[in-house]
């Protein structure tokens, strides 16, 4: 089984003594969360001098849906200050920082450059090196695995809260690999600490780790879900529902308009690597669509060694433009730090690839450009592993 960067802290007194005699600041959600589903927020108040929590996108307790503000508060069960970083502040300031001595991150992040944590983890990075704090990364695992890299790096003009510069969509990083990385590449330089796991090896996948899956948001309740992510978010910038407001988001996609037939067909004499599409309806709870039957399809992995999600996601965006065009439309982004722009923008980190579906054009060829930057990425991040 795989021991995370908690629960090596913790048993390891070399590594324990990062904590010992410090005033401690904690970054934190329900994947904090020791071997055993101890809350890390809990074993560091008990056995340490814990000061405060930082909450990231969706809250310290995971339950806020996305893009929606976090609020500053008092922790119940502690009594601590419960400082935003997904308010009116996205990265600590001096007067959060206060008599604190090191900070702390403990999340579990899912292997994508658009999924927000690892962009908290950036700019909590950068407060630590301004204000002359430790970082302290307590690491996990890549649950999509550590040796595919995939999908281009982000334009200069398109790097946003969802989008870091100089990261490739799929990076293959664990967090506290990506911290070294960052704090190099991005010259921030901040007196960093990464607690290594142990038994994690790079080809391993979370359902192979022997931990327990706790969801890292609202809207990724399993592996298969963090599976097809890195593709399937590109619905997001359509309108299409991505699947919120079931118990499948990501995995079902389908809007009123469409005939789901037709495309579960479409998709599948595509011939895509690794999975299959069955057509389906569902009405969404809440989000795009909400209360209204949506026809579309469900994405079924069958292979996930074979399956790329970025290029499926990719194909879904043309069939979808080409079977509808008149019902098909981008959308805006909800990222208030991006409030103008087009989201599919956002999450690709071009308008290359917007452009060229609207005009009908060769995604090949631009899928042959990203592949040469993935392959750029997989180089560069050699210097910053850690398994």
Known sequence: MVSTGVDVILRDGKERKHLINKKLGLITNPTGVTGSLERTLDVL????????????????HGEIQDALKIPEYRDDSTGLPVYSLYGDERKPTAEMLEGIDALIFDIQDIGVRFYSYITTMVFAMEACAEHGKEFIVLDRPNP???TVVSGNIIEEGFTSFLGLPGLTIQHGLTVGELAIWANETLKIRCNLIVVKMQGWNRDTWYDETGLPWVMPSPNMPTLDTATVFPGMCFIEGINVSEGRGTTRPFELIGAPWMQAKSLAGALNSEGLSGCVFRSCCFAPTFSKYAGLLCQ????????REAFEPIATGIVILKTIKRLWPRQFCWVKTLERTSRGMLHIDILAGTDKLR????KDGDTDSLMEQWRLESWRFQEERKDFLLY
């Open 296 to 303: 579309g399809v469900q994405v079924h992995v069958k292979d």
């Open 45 to 60: 108040h008990r056995d340490f001098h814990l000061m405060a929590l930082f909450s990231p996108e969706h809250g310290l």
């Open 355 to 358: 452009k060229v579906i609207d």
């Open 144 to 146: 999509i695995g550590g």
